[in-house]
């Protein structure tokens, strides 16, 4: 079983023969220091290069390292095709925003539409394209940031929450031109040649927003971009959601992905016993696999799995300075793991 093959399987909640090891990308970004010493190919150049950005993707699956390619490897490509201003960074910092394009929910019309034809939305595009090209049996994620994420990387996150409670209807027009941006990307990369969509919304957790309003503001427009976008996405859906879960166990039911991810300090057997007809994804600490050893790591990867998580993988972006062994013995693991 190839690993396309495994990880369109386990989504489907198909039996396969060992859980996969993947990193998606994006948020969840799977690029580190020693991968681009050994391709040559750095940060941050590589997030404006499609040839590039796929090179490194790839590098890091030819390393012995996850199971899959991802791009991009941040969250502010559509923040800035919307307007906002960018630092792309350095070798081993990802890009950030360092200015919001509006001061309130109410100036939303004066934000960008996303165009797929230029900036880093082609490059990510392009990229995806040249993967799908070396037709590899290795599937390539497409990666969206989450509505509320971006919506808060538009807008500066303190308003933002504060406009929830005192300006929600504009709110709402913000999130659904938001979610209208993101449905046209994500498209875009899945007809590209990605696979499986990604949707990860840090910004976005129980513990900011409250069960009451993920409900309102989180829920309906994750749904929107699954709905609209799972027939693009052959392989199926992943939402990462950031933080505790347990103040939103019932809202993460309604959500429509095929796969649910999370942080470390929420509890497998927790979700597992709460959250039904999803597929499982993490949820190894990204401190550990920066800064444990092989052995920890091992215990961490069987534990997830004995726990019951379907898809092994890093419970949110890794560290840059993660050493390539680390993550190679957390894949090992899955390797050879059987139920």
Known sequence: MNPKERLYKVLKGEKVDRPPCICPGGMMNMIIEDIMDIEDVTWPKAHTDPNLMADLTQGMYKNNGFENFGVPFCMTVEAECMGAKVYMGTKITEPRVTEYPIESSKDWEKLKKIDINKGRAKVVIDAIKILKDRNTDVPIIANLTGPV???????????????????SEMIHKLMSFVTDNLIEFGKAQLLAGADILTISDPSGTGEIL????????????????????????????????????????KELNSLNSNAISFDSITNVKQVKENVSDKVIMGNVSTFALENSDKISLETMSNSCMNNG??????????????????????????KKYSR
Not at 149 to 166: G, N, W
Not at 217 to 241: C, M, Q, W
Not at 310 to 326: F, Y
């Open 309 to 334: 998580v379907d898809i092994l993988s890093p419970a949110c972006g890794i560290g840059v300075r993660t050493k390539l062994e680390n993550i190679q013995a957390i894949v090992e693991c899955a």
């Open 210 to 249: 409250g069960a009451k309003n993920f409900n309102e503001f989180a829920v309906p427009y994750l749904n929107r971009i699954i709905d609209e976008l799972s027939i693009y996405a052959k392989g199926g859906t992943i939402i990462h959601i950031c933080g505790r879960l347990k103040s939103i166990y």
């Open 149 to 167: 994420s971006l919506a808060s990387s538009l807008l500066e996150p303190m308003v933002y929450y504060k406009e929830i409670r005192k300006n």
